[in-house]
């Protein structure tokens, strides 16, 4: 019998973004959600009244607190800890056995600058927020409703409210990797799907792609020693069957999109109450959405919260 044609399975070792353990980090994350709702609430009445100045008034102290909840409790791009990387595994066995041990790339050492040194990271990340989301949440939320002629302002503002409560901290920790961002919207569900069909390629093609997956298998080893020493608490990856991962960053931007989706239910309600007008209760739901996606992020605080789909 010929033997099996081997393909090279190319991996994504991605990890989720877990909060940091530092002090400073710690102390933040439990004031943020009550500083980003309290502004919130206190801005309401003038919010019902006039949707449009009181919602641009609020952009400023919502960028930020966002930037300081960046800086302080996320690791930035870059932190190896964070960063999404591609291997080939046939490349990777040639070079480590190529490649004299003293020369090969060590990783970088995990962040541990003061936040001041995330100065320009923080910035580049809210100025990407306010400029690259905005138009197709835009384009979304005419699509789920949004008048199309009229409220434009209105529309314009839900978008960038939106924006600068859900991408902040995507751009922060993953950049403009377009892996990054796959991670973050299938909530890193397609990593076990990667692993196993990895193993599946090298079962049915002999010892050379046995050896491949072996190399894979060691690559991945180590990423998860160097996420280990930075996050000591955070479990193991699992192996078999698919799953999502909620981590500190998909937790807020989960929770304020499904609370910009809640709050459009009471629209529509003959309760002629003047908070009903568009979009005050989209606008609610997506910020107290943000603040209960943040503690949800809290309660998973050093671990990544894995919801399993098999054993």
Not at 156 to 172: E, G
């Amino acid at each position: 019998m010929a033997p099996a044609k081997h393909s090279t399975p190319t991996t994504s070792l991605s990890t989720p973004a877990l909060p940091l353990s530092t002090p400073t980090s710690q102390t933040y994350r439990h004031i943020h959600t009550p500083l980003l709702l309290g502004i919130y609430i206190a801005s309401f009445r003038s919010l019902v009244s006039d949707p449009v100045s009181t919602g641009f008034y609020l952009l400023l102290p919502l960028a930020l607190l966002q930037g300081i909840y960046c800086a302080v409790c996320l690791p930035p791009h870059g932190d190896p800890g964070t960063t999404t990387t591609t291997s080939n595994s046939n490349s990777t066995s040639t070079s480590n056995s190529t490649i004299p041990p003293s020369a090969r790339r060590k990783p970088n050492p995990p962040h541990t600058g003061s936040p001041f040194s995330k100065i320009i990271p923080t910035l580049l990340s809210l100025t990407l927020a306010s400029t690259l989301p905005p138009l197709p949440l835009y384009a979304l939320l005419v699509c789920h409703g949004a008048p199309l002629t009229t409220h434009l302002g209105q529309n314009a503002l839900l978008a960038l409210h939106l924006a600068l409560l859900v991408t902040p901290q995507i751009f922060y920790v993953h950049g403009m990797s377009g892996e990054g961002w796959c991670w973050v919207v299938s909530l890193g569900g397609g990593v076990s799907g990667s692993s196993a069909s990895a193993s599946g390629t090298g079962a049915g093609a002999g010892a050379g792609a046995g050896a491949s997956v072996s190399s894979t298998s060691a690559t991945t080893t180590n990423k998860q020693k160097t996420q280990n020493q930075k996050y000591p608490n955070a479990p193991p990856e699992k192996s078999g069957g698919g799953g999502l991962i909620i981590d500190a960053v998909s937790a807020q931007a989960l929770g304020t999109l499904l609370g910009a989706w809640l709050g459009a239910i009471p629209i529509p309600l003959d309760w002629d109450r003047a908070w009903q007008a568009w979009p005050v209760t989209v606008l609610t739901g997506a910020w107290v959405g943000a603040g209960v996606g943040q503690v949800m992020g809290g309660l998973v605080a050093e671990r990544a919260w894995r919801v399993g789909f098999g054993a």
